[in-house]
């Protein structure tokens, strides 16, 4: 595996002005030889000037948040991640790669669940290159493994958990978004630390079931919204009226007899848990006629 070594160079505004010197004693020569007819001086500033142009050849700059590998007859020969202007030698070959902040956005991938059903899910990932020779060098094109892996590991991801947990303290897609980006950032670094790409954030941007089940989840999901809601309804009715019967003796406002407190707890438990208002009935007589 070929490891990032970080490469020192030659400032470039060094080079520069002792080039265009030479460059200029090269241009000089030669011009006197001719004028003179002298071929010595020729022959000495010709070699200069060719030289000096070959050399003018190492100069590159490199930007903010990018770094130049440096490869020689396909030998890596380390990486410069300093900005600025620099010189190098001329025969290095200088392969520009960028170490900005980047965002890959997963297409909608159509995915089954753990529980079998198809669902639709995609992922945003924040990434950055870090390892700019692992990038450049262990696979053949960084971005497009970005790409690939984010998806694979999408999709490993969607079909270990359940689109809605069913049981408590189940771990689901829908339910424990935190966590699940978490292990999604995880799985999507460890696949791409090969290729020098650090994940600074994974989190899922779309989640839906598909739509050919949509309809006949959303009322799974509506039933199971209205049992909560009438078990919480009916809780709350038999404190009320468990306290209701509890005040009733403690104040001695009336003494209820067992059938008698069936009855009432009967009319509670209606008037409590209906859908729609009570109706009232006037009795005219007595439940023991």
């Known amino acids: 595996m070929i490891r990032e070594r970080i490469r020192t160079t030659m400032s470039g505004w060094l080079m520069l002005p002792l ?25 000495i500033g010709l070699p200069i000037v060719v030289l000096v142009a070959f050399l003018f050849g190492g100069f590159f700059v490199v930007n903010p948040n990018e770094a130049r590998a440096l490869v020689l007859f396909g030998k890596y020969g380390g990486s410069v991640k300093t900005d600025g202007f620099h010189w190098a030698n001329p025969l290095y070959r200088k392969r520009k790669i960028s170490l900005r902040v980047r965002n890959f956005e997963s297409t909608k991938l159509k995915v089954n669940d753990l529980e079998g059903n198809p669902i639709e899910i995609a992922a945003v990932i924040v990434w950055r290159v870090f390892e700019t020779a692992e990038a450049l060098f262990e696979v053949d094109n960084y971005e497009h493994y970005v790409k690939v892996q984010t998806e694979a590991a999408v999709r490993n991801l969607a079909t270990q958990y359940a689109y809605d947990a069913h049981v408590e303290g189940q771990v689901s897609l829908r339910g424990n978004m935190t966590e699940i980006a978490e292990k999604l950032k995880g799985e999507v670094e460890g696949r791409l630390a090969k290729a020098g790409v650090e994940v600074l954030e994974a989190r899922i941007n779309h989640l839906a079931y598909s739509p050919e ?8 999901q509506q039933a199971g919204a209205i049992i909560a809601a009438r078990t919480r309804i009916v809780e709350g009715a038999v404190g009320m009226v468990e306290m209701a019967l509890d005040m009733l003796s403690k104040r001695g406002v009336v003494e209820l007899d067992n059938e008698r407190k069936a009855a009432m707890v009967s009319n509670l438990l209606v008037v409590l848990c209906g859908h729609s208002g009570a109706q009232p009935v006037l009795n ?3 439940i023991y006629q």
Do not use: C, F, K
Request: no cysteine; hydrophobic share 60%.
């Open 213 to 220: 089940i949509a309809s006949a989840m959303l009322q799974r």
């Open 284 to 286: 005219t007589g007595t």
């Open 19 to 43: 080039l265009i010197g030479a460059m200029i004693a090269g241009l000089a020569l030669l011009i006197r030889g001719g004028h003179d007819e002298n071929a010595v001086l020729v022959a």
